[in-house]
């Protein structure tokens, strides 16, 4: 099986970015301690109290940007104990293509059932008191529609972020593939040339039992380019959508990849929504406010395709993909982002999990390296050396319903490939970590 068939498409073509970064000293930090392969087991039994009025963050830039923004407070991230299994894929797999494949969310039910996620387009979670002990449920929550037809944005689905605050009623946004190797469309043998992706999305009103379509599609579409899919090209579209998360003024925050039409380089967006039961009401961060707007090529044609493309948010301090986590941290009063970069660190490129800072969603930090991981782009052989992708924070003791705040301490999760493009042999990890002020 292709390695393309075994995760979402962040592999190969992330790391064609790497001529994008930026360059910058800093120290290596020292690695994790090795990894056990026991369930993890849960730091407390008492499930933290289930509230809907927890303090939000305060209003990121309403429509212009903030002239002179306020200063990230200086911080380290840190490892702070030993790695844990939560998700084993020879024990815990509910049939072959059960996997982690793509970062951990998690969200609390109106009872206070954790639900955590890390899915396939088989769409399912796992379940319990607490998000420290949760386990496997096989009854799938959503299934990919499969459809042939890339106008209708529903081929390959993956529910790729979560936001409830009454647990009754859930949102999604999915990362959708229109994989075109599959239908027939590609005349040259590059399958990430005939792929097409975009961000659609999703509602539960069983408290995240089951999961359906919010509009009949394509009219579910939250974010694509504004190009219609042209094989034979690159890996192009919109993907990969971190953690929906919220702030005081009551505005609805994502962040997303795009991979530019016919070239697929890559770059991050940031996209936010007044109303996330409307998918079409997601606007882009354009440089000067959150007037940009998505729109559905097959059926709105663009006059001036220029102005429905996002543009690159902070590259120069996060680069081109740094999307997988998004929280607001609660000890130190502002946004944190995890995900994967590069760097330039005592005189090579260093791939890794990386972490910055900002009070505004818009002004990043430079991105600080976590920790030097092999990736599916740095390993020598991709299709018998174990690698990592997805990295997420999640604080079991956040009283956000979606998990979207940390505090002082919280957990990385990740997911390691095993032989990835062997086997679909792929667990879910987490290491606890910490934050620090720096004097």
């Not at 005081?248 to 380089?265: D, H, I, M, P, S």
């Not at 997601?282 to 395709?305: C, H, L, M, Q």
């Amino acid at each position: 099986m292709r390695l393309i068939l075994l995760a979402v498409g962040t592999i190969l073509i992330v790391g064609a970015c790497a001529g994008d970064q930026d360059t910058s000293t800093s120290t290596v930090p020292t690695a994790p301690p090795a990894a056990t392969t026991t369930t993890a087991t849960p730091v407390t039994t008492t499930p933290p109290p289930v509230t809907t009025t927890a303090p939000l963050p305060p209003a990121s830039t309403s429509t212009t940007l903030v002239p002179t923004p306020l200063a990230p407070v200086p911080a380290l991230l840190t490892f702070d104990g030993p790695e844990e299994v939560v998700f084993d894929w020879t024990t815990d797999a509910c049939d072959t293509r059960d996997i982690p494949d793509l970062p951990a969310r998690a969200f609390r039910d109106a009872n206070g059932l954790v639900s955590l996620l890390s899915t396939h387009p088989i769409n399912r979670r796992s379940t319990g008191p607490t998000l420290n002990d949760v386990t496997r449920d096989c009854e799938p929550i959503f299934k990919a529609t499969r459809s042939g037809d890339p106008a209708q944005f529903t081929d390959e689905e993956w529910i790729a972020s979560v936001y409830t605050e009454d647990g009754e009623t859930i949102y999604a946004l999915v990362h959708n593939e229109y994989q075109g190797w599959s239908r027939g469309d590609c005349v040259g043998t590059e399958n990430f040339n005939c792929w097409y992706n975009s961000i659609t999305s999703l509602i539960s009103t069983d408290g995240g039992k089951t999961f359906t379509y919010p509009r009949p599609p394509p009219e579910h579409l939250v974010a694509s380019l504004p190009y219609p899919y042209i094989p034979d090209s690159a890996a192009v579209g919109v993907f990969s959508p971190s953690n929906i998360v919220r702030d005081a003024e009551g505005f609805y925050y994502a962040l997303v990849k795009v991979g530019a039409n016919r070239t697929g380089r890559q770059t991050v967006c940031l996209m936010r929504t007044d109303s996330l039961d409307d998918p079409t009401s997601w606007r882009f961060w354009n440089g000067t406010a959150f007037d940009g707007i998505f729109v559905n090529p097959y059926t709105n044609k663009p006059e001036s395709p220029s102005k429905n493309k996002c543009p690159a948010l902070a590259i120069n301090e996060i680069g081109a993909q740094m999307i997988e986590s998004l929280t607001w941290n609660t000890f130190l009063n502002q946004w944190v982002l995890v995900g994967i970069s590069a760097d330039t660190i005592d005189g090579r490129e260093v791939w890794g999990f990386y972490y910055s800072y900002s009070t505004d969603l818009i002004n990043w930090t430079r991105r600080e390296l976590l920790i030097e991981i092999a990736l599916p782009w740095t390993v020598e052989s991709p299709g018998t050396d174990v690698f990592y992708l997805y990295p997420s924070l999640l604080d079991p003791n956040s009283d956000s319903m979606s998990f979207m705040t940390t505090g002082e301490t919280a957990y990385l999760y990740y997911t390691r490939m095993n032989s990835a493009a062997s086997t679909f042999d792929r667990d879910l990890l987490r290491v606890p970590v910490r934050f620090s002020t720096i004097p």
